[in-house]
């Protein structure tokens, strides 16, 4: 008896493949899927799924195995195509390749292919990659073990520039960038020992201090980076900085010999006793009589200052703070000072504008052509302390005649003058802050806070002697008053 017309075909019969027939193909009910077998091709079939979707699909016996491999979806696949991919195939494993592995294979090559096309591009990406960002990952881990100042100075040497400076006076005028900044603009895999060179070249001309400390900074930095697995493939061999040309284009620093003699001391305390900002007066005094680093005695706070015990403890970059005596002259002058903020030396606001720098802002005015300033202009402190006193000190070295006179080279003036006295070295190290130089105050010396006292209480009267300066510890800060 002949089947129906539109009755599903027989699925234990060969048949010949035809749109129709595929068309009127279902899965038996109770089953997840089933196959119909091509008359022209015999390891061709077509796949049914319970839910109806159909597909061509290779069926052969490999060891005593079946194996399948589906071809593709009978919407996508004609008829033939799908007859000539299982003779293909049928061909292939007569031949003794299994198609599965074969498929395997390729899906493999294409994965490695894939990954090694991802790793090309992170490759190229990585070697794209600004010297300014491995800079702020070398900052951010190395930042634990350095002091602040140091981890600040490495900011300074790489800025931008562009911003309003906070040099007294000088808000108005905008910073320039810092020696590192058009290094680390770069690449990390073109700063090499030419680019290094040239660069040295320029800076040395234009900036040579500040120049040779940030080659050095970028020498850390370059040796850093080739211990880094992640990025030592960037750099050659070795260290693209260190080459004499860069050293010689950088020169050799100068040693600083601006210090106050004993016979200057007059005049110095006098002219900056003159002073009418009584903070930056007494910081100036402050900084002479404790030997200490301008920046040290500048983030003074009041927490850091003992008046039971007479001591004062400064935040050191060798040590991470050292405490030294608080003598009687230094302790008058931190007793008039106002106590506005945490900080000893504080500025809520600078002083108005003297002549100097209104004139100089009347110039920059008319260049600009904008209006002059008019009247006294008072300009916010941002970090509740002094800026660095430089044009303060520089001006009252000029009514005391004296030329070149840096702040730091207030800090060689306290070791100098000691020598006056016969103090012992390592004596003066300790109360600046100086690293031992021999084994005995390595290992061997330590002095406490009342040995110190009696050799800097004598420092300060000395010093307060030759500059006519009388004090009575016991008077107080209000008795202060000059020799004539």
Same mark, same amino acid.
């Given at each position: 008896?002949?089947?129906?017309? =539109?009755?599903?075909?027989?699925?234990?019969?060969?048949?010949?493949?035809? @749109?129709?027939?595929?068309?009127?193909?279902?899965?038996?009910?109770?089953?997840?899927?089933?196959?119909?077998?091509?008359?022209?091709?015999?390891?061709?079939?077509?796949?049914?799924?319970?839910?109806?979707?159909?597909?061509?699909?290779?069926?052969?016996?490999? =060891?005593?195995?079946?194996? $399948?491999?589906?071809?593709?979806?009978?919407?996508?696949?004609?008829?033939?195509?799908?007859?000539?991919?299982? $003779?293909?195939? #049928?061909?292939?494993?007569?031949?003794? &390749?299994?198609?599965?592995?074969?498929?395997?294979?390729?899906?493999? !090559?294409?994965?490695?292919?894939?990954?090694?096309?991802?790793?090309?591009?992170?490759?190229?990406?990585? !070697?794209?990659?600004?010297?300014?960002?491995?800079?702020?990952?070398?900052?951010?881990?190395?930042?634990?073990?350095?002091?602040?100042?140091?981890?600040?100075?490495?900011?300074?040497?790489?800025?931008?520039?562009?911003?309003?400076?906070?040099?007294?006076?000088?808000?108005?005028?905008?910073?320039?960038?810092? @020696?590192?900044?058009?290094?680390?603009?770069? @690449?990390?895999?073109?700063? =090499?020992?030419?680019?290094?060179?040239?660069?040295? #070249?320029?800076?040395?001309?234009?900036?040579?201090?500040?120049?040779?400390?940030?080659?050095?900074?970028?020498?850390?930095?370059?040796?850093?980076?080739?211990?880094?697995?992640?990025?030592?493939?960037?750099?050659?061999?070795?260290?693209?900085?260190?080459?004499?040309?860069? $050293?010689?284009?950088?020169?050799?620093?100068?040693?600083?010999?601006?210090?106050?003699?004993?016979?200057?001391?007059?005049?110095?305390?006098?002219?900056?006793?003159?002073?009418?900002?009584?903070?930056?007066?007494?910081?100036?005094?402050?900084?002479?009589?404790?030997?200490?680093?301008?920046?040290?005695?500048?983030?003074?706070?009041?927490?850091?200052? =003992?008046?039971?015990?007479?001591?004062?403890?400064?935040?050191?970059? *060798?040590?991470?703070?050292?405490?030294?005596?608080?003598?009687?002259? *230094?302790?008058?002058?931190?007793?008039?000072?106002?106590? $506005?903020? !945490?900080?000893?030396?504080?500025?809520?606001?600078?002083?108005?504008?003297?002549?100097?720098?209104?004139?100089?802002?009347?110039?920059?005015?008319? !260049?600009?052509?904008?209006?002059?300033?008019?009247?006294?202009?008072?300009? &916010?402190?941002?970090?509740?302390?002094?800026?660095?006193?430089?044009?303060?000190?520089?001006?009252?070295?000029?009514?005391?005649?004296?030329?070149?006179? &840096?702040?730091?080279?207030?800090?060689?003036?306290?070791?100098?003058l000691t020598e006056w006295m016969e103090i012992p070295a390592g004596v003066v190290a300790q109360i600046q802050g100086h690293k031992p130089s021999a084994t005995a105050e390595k290992h061997y010396k330590r002095r406490p806070l009342d040995l110190l006292r009696v050799h800097h209480e004598r420092i300060e009267a000395w010093m307060l002697e030759q500059a006519g300066v009388?004090?009575?510890?016991?008077?107080? #800060?209000?008795?202060?008053?000059?020799?004539?």
């Amino acid at each position: 008896m002949a089947r129906p017309k =539109n009755a599903p075909p027989d699925l234990s019969e060969r048949v010949n493949l035809v @749109p129709g027939v595929i068309e009127r193909l279902t899965c038996p009910e109770g089953k997840q899927q089933a196959f119909l077998r091509d008359r022209d091709v015999p390891r061709l079939r077509v796949r049914v799924t319970a839910a109806g979707a159909k597909s061509f699909v290779f069926e052969a016996k490999l =060891n005593k195995q079946t194996i $399948r491999r589906t071809i593709g979806d009978v919407r996508a696949w004609t008829i033939e195509a799908a007859r000539a991919e299982a $003779r293909r195939l #049928a061909v292939m494993l007569d031949g003794g &390749t299994d198609p599965r592995e074969l498929e395997r294979q390729q899906a493999a !090559a294409r994965a490695a292919e894939q990954a090694a096309e991802v790793a090309r591009a992170a490759a190229e990406q990585k !070697a794209a990659m600004p010297a300014r960002e491995v800079w702020e990952v070398y900052l951010q881990e190395r930042r634990p073990h350095w002091g602040e100042l140091h981890y600040l100075s490495h900011l300074e040497k790489a800025s931008l520039g562009g911003v309003p400076s906070k040099r007294r006076g000088m808000t108005d005028t905008l910073t320039k960038p810092g @020696p590192l900044a058009a290094l680390l603009a770069l @690449p990390l895999r073109e700063l =090499n020992s030419e680019r290094i060179e040239a660069w040295a #070249a320029d800076e040395g001309k234009l900036r040579p201090s500040s120049a040779r400390l940030a080659w050095r900074q970028l020498t850390v930095f370059l040796n850093w980076c080739a211990e880094q697995q992640r990025f030592a493939d960037l750099l050659p061999d070795r260290n693209p900085a260190k080459t004499k040309r860069a $050293r010689e284009s950088l020169g050799r620093p100068g040693v600083k010999d601006d210090v106050l003699t004993k016979e200057q001391l007059a005049a110095w305390f006098a002219a900056v006793r003159g002073i009418q900002n009584p903070v930056i007066s007494a910081a100036l005094q402050v900084m002479l009589l404790t030997g200490a680093r301008p920046g040290e005695v500048l983030a003074l706070e009041w927490a850091d200052v =003992n008046w039971q015990w007479k001591g004062l403890t400064i935040r050191d970059k *060798v040590e991470g703070e050292r405490t030294i005596p608080l003598t009687p002259y *230094v302790a008058a002058l931190l007793e008039q000072l106002p106590r $506005r903020n !945490a900080y000893v030396f504080s500025s809520t606001r600078t002083l108005a504008m003297d002549d100097h720098n209104r004139q100089r802002r009347a110039r920059k005015a008319a !260049a600009r052509g904008t209006a002059a300033p008019s009247g006294d202009v008072l300009e &916010t402190s941002a970090s509740g302390q002094i800026a660095p006193p430089n044009t303060p000190h520089t001006r009252a070295c000029k009514v005391a005649g004296i030329d070149g006179l &840096t702040l730091h080279g207030l800090r060689r003036s306290f070791s100098s003058l000691t020598e006056w006295m016969e103090i012992p070295a390592g004596v003066v190290a300790q109360i600046q802050g100086h690293k031992p130089s021999a084994t005995a105050e390595k290992h061997y010396k330590r002095r406490p806070l009342d040995l110190l006292r009696v050799h800097h209480e004598r420092i300060e009267a000395w010093m307060l002697e030759q500059a006519g300066v009388a004090f009575t510890p016991a008077a107080g #800060a209000a008795k202060l008053h000059a020799v004539k």
